[in-house]
C-alpha cells in the first residue's frame, strides 16, 4: 500500500512540474508575440515616415525656388 501511495506522490509531482513547465512555455511564446509585435509596429511607423517625409522633402527641394 505505501508503493502505491510513493508512486501517486512521485506522479502528482511529476504532473505539477509538466503544469509549471507549460505554464513557462505559454509565457516564452507570449512574450515573443508581444515583442514580434512591437517590433512590426516600429517597423510600419518607420516606412510611413519615410513614405510620407521623402517626397515632401523633395518636392520642397526641387520646387522651393519656384
Known amino acids: 500500500m ?3 501511495q510513493k508512486m501517486s ?3 502528482k509531482m511529476a504532473r505539477q512540474q509538466a503544469a509549471e ?3 513557462r ?3 516564452a511564446q507570449k512574450e515573443k508575440k508581444d515583442r ?3 517590433i512590426g509596429i516600429v ?12 517626397p ?3 518636392l520642397m527641394v526641387m520646387g ?3
Open 56 to 58: 515632401t522633402m523633395a
Open 2 to 4: 505505501a508503493k502505491n
Open 9 to 11: 506522490t512521485k506522479q
Open 25 to 27: 512555455a505559454a509565457a
Open 64 to 66: 522651393g525656388n519656384a
Open 36 to 38: 514580434l509585435k512591437k
Open 43 to 54: 517597423v510600419v511607423c518607420v516606412v510611413l515616415v519615410l513614405a510620407l517625409g521623402l
Open 21 to 23: 513547465e507549460r505554464e
